[in-house]
């Protein structure tokens, strides 16, 4: 059975940081590209970040960019999201998720609230 | 970047009732399209991939179809534990794009 657990969120004042982990198994995490997707309350699903199986090519979303790192550890089978310069419009659900390829999962999420 | 415009945005409908949800990319994505489920305060569920495949465990009433721009994803005979609201996205390219979804209520 495919499961992606991520853990890391809470509150976190402005221009704080946090690192977000997605823990993955039952499948071939080191085949698969990954992806980070948020949901700020009572919005739609944006996606924010990916990164390649192999790790050497990462994408990001124009609002995260330069502020959000993506990585992954293919031998812990963990994905990981580096958050700085928050500020409260990335105050959001955020998720793991195998979205860039068929046979789509994706991870319960984990609530990240920007606030002073 | 891929623009995918959903419609219609909301729709009411009656338990046994067959649904229809459109879904249009900005260009063509091949079948790179996957339709997702979402209920309030959970995780989104996977319905579709490759515009048609039905993801594994996901009961044979959900359809989708399409290629290159237009995309539909049908539910046939609505059932209560249907109404919530429905993602599609493309993977045919960075950045990854959703729809603005469509929420599914009872009439």
């Known amino acids: 059975e495919v499961q992606l657990l991520e853990s890391g969120g809470g509150l976190v004042q402005p221009g704080g940081s946090l690192r977000l982990s997605c823990a993955a198994s039952g499948f071939s995490f080191s085949s698969y590209a990954m992806s980070w997707v948020r949901q700020a309350p009572g919005k739609g699903l944006e996606w924010v970040s990916g990164?390649?199986?192999?790790?050497?090519?990462?994408y990001y979303a124009d609002s995260v960019k330069g502020r959000f790192t993506t990585s992954r550890d293919n031998s812990k089978n963990t994905l990981y999201l580096e958050m700085s310069s928050l500020s409260a419009e990335d105050t959001a659900v955020y998720y793991c998720?195998?979205?860039?390829?068929?046979?789509?999962?994706w991870g319960q999420g984990t609530l990240v609230t920007v606030s002073s | 970047d891929i623009q995918m415009t959903q419609s219609p945005s909301s729709l009411s409908a009656s338990v046994g009732d067959r649904v229809t949800i459109t879904c249009r990319a900005s260009q063509g994505i091949r079948n790179y399209l996957a339709w997702f489920q979402q209920k309030p305060g959970k995780a989104p569920k996977s319905l579709i991939y490759?515009?048609?495949s039905l993801q594994s465990g996901v009961p044979s009433k959900f359809s989708g179809s399409g290629s290159g721009t237009d995309f539909t994803l049908t539910i046939g005979s609505l059932q209560p534990e249907d109404f919530a609201t429905y993602y599609c996205q493309q993977y045919n390219s960075y950045p990854l794009t959703f729809g603005g979804g469509t929420k599914v209520e009872i009439k």
């Open positions: 990164i390649s199986a192999g790790g050497d090519s990462t």
């Open positions: 998720a195998k979205v860039s390829s068929n046979s789509p999962y």
């Open positions: 490759a515009a048609s």
